[in-house]
């Protein structure tokens, strides 16, 4: 749909804002509303499900809410923002008896010039200019109070909120239809990796029993070995004496994702690289995160760059001849095996596992050739999967452009939304 500007606009005084309706004005905060802020609540305050009143907290997962408590200090209509940390600024419209930690402001209206519900949609347009960048990100009370945001009349607030209300739940939930639907395509992905890694492809195959309880029956002609006996496991690394300019390509552990895509791999002088950069791989290695191993940063190694060095974080996996080398890529993929890795690591905030310990999993290996069927099968169904989720995730990406480009044309006034 296109939406038609106002009759009229002027000069807002602020550059980044420029023109708004005429009839329009610019108000501090501190003219609008009151300021206030959250206090320091212990976990044992809180409780788990237990009181009536919800706590906020940095506002990051499931807006923001961390618990329960018995008491509350707010009561009604406000605004809250986050002060502190990487979502700085972010405002969430509140009606209703509620507790927030000291890491959130909030604000109530001192008159009727402002309809709170409209509130977050301006706020969150305009913050990012205002955030101040030190050791963290922060919006503190004082720098909340100085902000000036535009204003339409209140009739005309209403309207306005009202609108994006209506539009961005539908957009929302066009959005949260492609998550689903990623995530089940995800889930298609990793189930026929590990159907194939497990049972092949031939749903007719005569079985035999594994002898290991929780791999069950394999196909015959299929082994079990320990993984330690298939594959040689960090065979090469940077010596202490390499030389401080040396220019290497570093991969980290964030920087591969749950689907073996590696995200990014960034070039730097080795005396500034982390101390961790130190395992060097080659092309047909697979690379396995043995920190916070329930996060699955696996990842296949192929036409890598010159100088690759990757994170002593990761376990480089070099296959035997033995062993096609992608088959042991999916094979360690599968969710069998990497349910392995989680229960053999040790640790609670970084579960970790060493290498003789990941040495010790049992992995499924077929001969040789139905590895080589199973390797041109995966490839081909997981690259279509892939494909379509790229898709999905662009639409989505679309959706979010679309989303904020709505909110920041409806509440500078550069769409006219009072007759829609």
Request: some cysteine; hydrophobic content about 35%; proline content about 5%.
């Amino acid at each position: 749909m296109k939406y038609k500007p106002y009759p009229n606009y002027k000069d807002s005084g602020i550059k980044w804002i420029g023109e708004i309706p005429e009839g329009w004005k610019i108000l501090p905060i501190k003219g609008i509303c009151e300021l206030g802020r959250g206090r320091v609540i212990s976990n044992e305050e809180i409780g788990e499900n237990e009181g009536a009143y919800p706590v906020y907290s940095s506002q990051t997962i499931n807006n923001g809410e961390m618990g329960r408590t018995n008491t509350y200090n707010f009561s009604g209509e406000y605004v809250t923002w986050t002060t502190d940390g990487a979502n700085a600024g972010t405002a969430f419209y509140r009606n209703e008896k509620f507790n927030c930690t000291n890491v959130c402001g909030t604000l109530k209206k001192r008159n009727n010039r402002i309809y709170m519900k409209l509130l977050p949609y301006i706020l969150n347009h305009i913050t990012k200019y205002y955030v101040r960048y030190d050791i963290n990100p922060k919006l503190m009370n004082d720098m909340m109070a100085r902000i000036e945001i535009f204003l339409s009349p209140l009739t005309e607030q209403i309207v306005i909120a009202n609108f994006l209300d209506k539009k961005i739940a539908r957009i929302d939930a066009l959005i949260e239809k492609d998550k689903k639907l990623i995530a089940l395509l995800k889930e298609k992905r990793a189930a026929l990796i590990n159907n194939s890694v497990t049972k092949g492809l031939d749903p007719n195959a005569n079985m035999k029993d594994s002898g290991v309880e929780w791999i069950g029956e394999i196909p015959e002609g299929w082994e079990v070995y320990k993984l330690k006996y298939k594959i040689i496991i960090n065979k090469k690394k940077l010596e202490d004496d390499i030389n401080p300019s040396y220019v290497i390509n570093y991969l980290d552990i964030s920087n591969v994702d749950s689907s073996g895509n590696i995200l990014d791999i960034e070039e730097q002088i080795f005396e500034d690289a982390p101390s961790r950069a130190r395992r060097i791989p080659r092309s047909g290695d697979t690379i396995l995160s043995t920190v916070r191993t329930y996060l699955k940063a696996i990842a296949y190694l192929e036409n890598i760059p010159s100088n690759l060095i990757v994170s002593t974080g990761f376990a480089v996996l070099e296959p035997i001849k033995s062993i096609n080398s992608k088959y042991l890529f999916y094979s360690i993929s599968s969710e069998v095996f990497i349910q392995n890795v989680i229960a053999y690591s040790k640790g609670v905030a970084y579960p970790a596992i060493n290498p003789p310990e990941l040495g010790q999993i049992p992995i499924i290996m077929p001969p040789l050739p139905e590895q080589t069927t199973i390797v041109n099968f995966l490839n081909k169904v997981t690259a279509k999967i892939d494909k379509t989720i790229q898709k999905i995730e662009q639409k989505i990406k679309f959706l979010e452009e679309y989303k904020k480009s709505l909110i920041h044309h409806a509440v500078t006034g550069k769409i006219d939304v009072r007759e829609l």
